[in-house]
């Protein structure tokens, strides 16, 4: 098998996927030329992520990378999410083959953009 | 222990225990070179003669037109390019859906001058003989069609675009990689100058293949070296291979038929059940003239890859319809051709059934497809893709 248990457990196993209604924050991130896609909804309390659910279209490998993704971001800071980086989920993935690496960059950048978005409304509220 | 189902018996086969149980002597007993004067080397032409009677037996052909290669990329490259170089320049007619073995031979002769029609195919991958007779010109020197498609089964018209090519007085080389040894080929009906076959998709061992080039027909060698094969393919001969294609071939004679049946059934009451428990399916390929094992699915808005990995996880073989290689996902060129939309040939997953499936084979596919791509489609964006 090429890909690490990890990987293998949350492909078979994903947490959190799905949709969220009247999320605090949304965002998606595609791999050109691949057809990738991911997209993340954020629950945010007092700055922080309290829930994230995703939902992805791609290979093995891009679905486990945003399962993974919804799990290391779990209680994190916002604005921490807004520069999360594609190594910190390949890490946490055990790793991914060469060929392989976009998953995560494509969840990484899905995760950035929903923390942008949570942030931006976050900063809309407080001018309203 | 996780049970364990081989479906891509078209990428490649088990070697029948008869195969392997006369192959054996061959390693170790008999190992001389047949091109040696010696006993040792006698023995060995001897194996090597008797196989080629076999192959030339099931062929309905001479065992003097038959030329063994290393495998179906081999035979395809000399069939294409042996006879084009052999007539210096000119127009060479094939198909879109061909093997890559053939496409990028074909490629090679533009690069080196030759022109090349592409034929186009139908929505079941099938080439039009009409499209053949269009396509002819006066200065068209060579006609390559596959048999079977590898990735649909699609069974091509090879008898009416024969009949044209003979009309024409242009030599006919098919790759029947796929439909030797599993479906009947009589190379004269069908005006065959050349055809390509191979011991690993019947049962017969890798690294072994042929080319049947019909007497009279030019054709240049693509290997140089030694005298072998009528000195149309140099390199000492793999004895232990030759040997057992023909014993595979031997066996398909004997089975091939009953065989036949048996898995175009296995192979429909797999789709059956997919199509009963799995929403928007569809199965690629002719309805009628088609291959009895293969079945190519589509799952639509499902990466092939996740599908091919989940199945893995729990046994079974398949293989994806499309190849995802650093980060750039290719839909395959055969379902690109048929018209297949993308969003669907994204998603295509290729089973090929073979002697040993089973219908419990077939229904723990059927309900592992099902719960996979359930699962899968549960984790996507609506409209993805």
């Known amino acids: 098998m090429r890909y690490s248990p990890t990987l293998v457990d949350h492909f078979l196993n994903p947490r959190n996927a799905g949709l969220m209604r009247e999320a605090d924050g949304s965002g998606s991130d595609e791999y050109a030329g691949c057809g990738d896609l991911t997209r993340f909804y954020l629950r945010v309390r007092e700055g922080h992520l309290a829930e994230a659910r995703f939902q992805a279209y791609g290979c093995g490998p891009t679905i486990a990378a945003a399962s993974v993704a919804t799990e290391l971001a779990a209680g994190r ?52 | ?92 007619i094939t198909s879109k859906v061909e093997h890559h073995a053939v496409l990028r031979s074909a490629q090679a002769l533009e690069a080196q001058g030759f022109a090349v029609s592409y034929l186009p195919v139908d929505q079941h991958g099938m080439v039009d003989p009409d499209d053949v007779r269009r396509a002819l010109r006066p200065d068209t020197i060579a006609i390559s069609i596959m048999h079977a498609n590898s990735e649909v089964g699609t069974i091509q018209p090879v008898r009416a675009i024969g009949a044209l090519a003979r009309e024409a007085g242009v030599p006919f080389h098919v790759d029947a990689v796929q439909t030797f040894g599993k479906v009947e080929i009589d190379v004269d009906a069908m005006n065959i100058d050349a055809l390509s076959f191979s011991g690993h998709k019947i049962y017969g061992p890798k690294g072994i293949a042929g080319l049947y080039i019909r007497r009279g027909t030019k054709m ?27 014993k595979a071939v031997e066996v398909r004679a004997r089975d091939m038929k009953t065989e036949a049946e048996a898995v175009s059934a296995l192979r429909d009451r797999m789709w059956e059940g997919i199509r009963a428990r799995v929403l928007e399916v569809r199965l690629n390929g002719h309805p009628t003239e088609r291959l009895p094992g293969t079945a190519n699915i589509c799952y639509r808005n499902v990466e092939s890859e996740s599908i091919v990995l989940a199945l893995d996880l729990k046994g079974i073989a398949v293989s994806a319809g499309s190849a995802c290689t650093a980060g750039s996902v290719e839909p395959s060129h055969v379902l690109v051709a048929m018209g297949v939309p993308l969003d669907w040939a994204m998603g295509a997953v290729r089973s090929s059934l073979g002697r040993s499936t089973t219908a419990e084979d077939v229904d723990y596919v059927v309900a592992s497809v099902t719960e996979v791509v359930r699962r899968i489609r549960q984790a996507m964006p609506v409209g993805a893709a």
């Open chain 1, 77 to 128: 800071a916002v604005e921490d999410l807004a520069t999360l980086k594609a190594q910190e989920i390949e890490d946490a993935l055990d790793g991914l083959p060469e060929d392989r690496k976009h998953a995560a960059e494509v969840a990484a950048g899905a995760m950035r953009a929903a923390a942008l978005d949570a942030l931006r409304r976050r900063h809309g509220n407080r001018e309203a």
């Open chain 2, 1 to 92: 222990m996780t049970r364990r189902v081989y479906l891509d018996h078209n990428a490649s086969t088990p070697v029948h225990p008869e195969v392997v149980a006369e192959m054996l002597p061959y390693f170790s007993d008999v190992y001389g070179n047949p091109s040696s004067v010696h006993g040792f080397g006698r023995d060995a032409r001897a194996a090597v003669d008797a196989a080629r009677d076999r192959v030339a037996a099931f062929l309905r052909v001479r065992p003097d037109e038959l030329v063994f290669t290393s495998g179906g990329t081999e035979s395809d490259n000399f069939g294409v390019k042996g006879l084009a170089l052999a007539r210096g320049r000119g127009h060479v």
């Open chain 2, 220 to 246: 240049v060698s693509i290997q140089h070296g030694g005298e072998h094969e009528r000195r149309r393919r140099a390199g000492t001969e793999n004895v232990p291979g030759i040997v057992g294609l023909g």
